[in-house]
């Protein structure tokens, strides 16, 4: 079957479609046709070898994927039957998506809600999936669509593309930040009322700000986090899961203990079963059709090493499909 796989050479990680045999493929209790894959960030940083995502070669890497369960011993899975995996290490420590086969643990697996299909999911992805439990941690946090306006940072990436669409398709007043001026009329589009610079928010500023906003989602870390925390609103919620920009936090415990701000931490990979079924039903609810044609662009898996490099240069928009079949 075919496959990305990575190998070290000399030091550098490098990606290209060779072929692998369904022996090869690692322990579990599942097999999975993968019909559809997605490149993520931090797919990405594997790929590109950036940040020591793996370290384990040779390895088919995919964060995510969704298709068909081909053969199972996992008494919960029929064959035929459509699912979806995001996380869990799986193309990290476990070969991943971008194969047209995988073996996996039947606890990683989440089968495809109503009203989804596996194309639409991976156009969702790990990204849109961890928008979701943003939207979720806000709510958790009491902000809600009348609380007042929420900021999205990251805005034309996959986690902040899918913020957007999620909060103001459930009513939300939503202001994105993004870093290209030429992403307004597609974050417009998503349902962004008004497009902020990325630099207003990157630079040092006041411990405490003018309360802007009822609640953020954060995908870059570093200043902008800081920024946002400073300008959260009382009782304000922040749910922050990423750093496109950085991991540092430069910020004071200021908004925590005079304005009662909760910052919220988002992780995709160790989610709990019963959460991520939540999250892929609101998911399959929430999502307009149109969010699927205007936010996707769809690859082959040849394509995918050069479409890395674009997401480290930030060059590219929105999620990236992956066709895992020829
Ligand atoms: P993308 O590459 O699709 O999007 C990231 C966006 O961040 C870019 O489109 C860009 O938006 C902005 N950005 C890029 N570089 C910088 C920079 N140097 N400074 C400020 N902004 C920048 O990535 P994803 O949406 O897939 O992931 C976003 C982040 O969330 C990553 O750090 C990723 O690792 C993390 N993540 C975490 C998960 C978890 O479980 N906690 C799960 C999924 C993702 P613009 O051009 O509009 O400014």
């Not at 899975?77 to 290490?89: A, E, F, I, N």
């Amino acid at each position: 079957m075919r496959a990305l796989l990575l190998e070290q050479n000399d030091g550098k990680t490098v990606a290209a479609v060779g072929q692998i045999s369904a022996e090869q493929l690692p322990e579990g209790d599942v097999v999975v046709d993968v019909d559809w894959s997605s490149l993520n960030y931090k797919d990405a940083m594997a790929i590109t070898g950036t940040g020591k995502i793996i370290r384990q070669f040779p390895m088919v890497p995919g964060i995510d994927f969704a298709g068909r369960v081909s053969s199972s011993q996992d008494k919960r899975y029929d064959v035929g039957q459509q699912v979806v995996l995001t996380g869990w290490g799986v193309g990290e420590t476990h070969w991943g998506g971008l194969a047209e086969q995988a073996r996996v643990k039947g606890d990683w697996l989440v089968t495809l809600p109503e009203g989804l299909d596996a194309r639409h999911a991976m156009i969702i992805g790990t990204a849109g999936f961890t928008a979701m439990l943003c939207v979720m941690a806000l709510e958790e946090g009491g902000v809600l669509p009348d609380s007042g306006e929420v900021i999205v940072s990251g805005a034309s990436g996959g986690v902040g593309s899918t913020a957007i669409t999620l909060l103001a398709t459930l009513g939300y007043d939503v202001v994105a930040i993004s870093g290209r001026a030429s992403n307004t009329d597609y974050l417009t589009q998503l349902g962004a009322k008004r497009v902020l610079s990325r630099e207003e928010f990157s630079k040092e500023g006041r411990a405490l700000d003018k309360q802007l906003w009822a609640g953020a989602i954060d995908s870059v870390g570093d200043q902008t986090l800081a920024t946002l925390l400073s300008q959260t609103v009382y009782g304000g919620t922040v749910a922050a899961c990423g750093l496109a920009g950085g991991y540092q936090l430069p910020t004071t415990v200021m908004p925590f203990i005079l304005r009662n701000v909760r910052l919220q931490g988002i992780d995709s990979v160790m989610c709990p079963l019963h959460r991520r079924m939540d999250a892929w039903e609101r998911l399959a609810q929430t999502l307009p059709a149109s969010f699927y044609e205007r936010a996707a662009t769809e690859i082959s898996l040849e394509k995918v090493p050069e479409t890395a490099a674009g997401i480290m240069a930030n060059t590219v928009t929105g999620r990236t499909l992956v066709k895992v079949r020829a």
